[in-house]
T-cell receptor, first 116, second 112 residues
Framework: GAGVSQSPRYKVAKRGQDVALRCDPI?????LFWYQQALGQGPEFLTY????????KSGLPSDRFFAERPEGSVSTLKIQRTQQEDSAVYLC???FGSGETWDTQYFGPGTRLTVL | GNSVTQMEGPVTLSEEAFLTINCTYT??????LFWYVQYPGEGLQLLLK?????DKGSNKGFEATYRKETTSFHLEKGSVQVSDSAVYFC???????????FGKGITLSVRP
């Protein structure tokens, strides 16, 4: 079946521009996570949704970052007034359960954001 | 807080060599432990997992045992192949509604 998809795969933005990154999770998956992966590093948590509810946004680095999942399926991560330090790969993951520790997260291919 | 420490890389091995990649962790509660792999040009994939102490996860010839006494989850494979060349990430989850906490990852290159 279809896995997690993300679009666009690559995005180049000028500093100060707003960007929107889309994630389509696996159908029926309750939980959705966003991670940020800097070059040469492991992914770092940004935010977590259970259905349409954003239960944890403790990893969002600033108020320029905003995420939503209005119908409990597709999610959008928005970054306002992009800065060079926002350049990274943004990963989306979904899982079937409601956040249990043993529940496997399935990752999308990521969106590589480059801010010039 | 939770953290994962992986051995420094990169690692280069000859085909059929034995592989060990070290991973230790710090966590509150009772974490589940994971190894993810990222092949060139592809996304992160779950390689194996273990959800309680002394569990052994295994897949594609790779194994890792959850050692609570040493807070470790080392990845091993008896005979690596060129196709195993990838970046390997150790990760944990602890607590309800919990995110994954990843190590920095290690690049493995296997030469023919």
């Amino acid at each position: 079946g279809a896995g997690v998809s993300q679009s666009p795969r690559y995005k180049v933005a000028k500093r100060g521009q707003d960007v929107a990154l889309r994630c389509d999770p696996i159908s029926g998956h309750v939980s959705l996570f966003w991670y940020q992966q800097a070059l040469g590093q492991g992914p770092e948590f940004l935010t977590y949704f259970q259905n349409e509810a954003q239960l944890d946004k403790s990893g969002l680095p600033s108020d320029r970052f905003f995420a939503e999942r209005p119908e409990g399926s597709v999610s959008t991560l928005k970054i306002q007034r992009t800065q060079q330090e926002d350049s990274a790969v943004y990963l989306c993951a979904s899982s079937f359960g409601s956040g249990e520790t043993w529940d496997t997260q399935y990752f999308g291919p990521g969106t590589r954001l480059t801010v010039l | 807080g939770n953290s994962v420490t992986q051995m420094e890389g990169p690692v280069t091995l000859s085909e059929e060599a034995f592989l060990t990649i070290n991973c230790t962790y710090t966590a509150t509660g009772y974490p589940s432990l994971f190894w993810y792999v990222q092949y060139p040009g592809e996304g992160l994939q779950l390689l194996l997992k273990a959800t309680k102490a002394d569990d052994k996860g295994s897949n594609k010839g790779f194994e890792a045992t959850y050692r609570k006494e040493t807070t470790s989850f080392h990845l091993e494979k008896g005979s690596v192949q060129v196709s195993d060349s990838a970046v390997y990430f150790c990760a944990l989850r602890s607590g309800a509604n919990s995110k994954l906490t990843f190590g920095k990852g290690i690049t493995l290159s296997v030469r023919p």
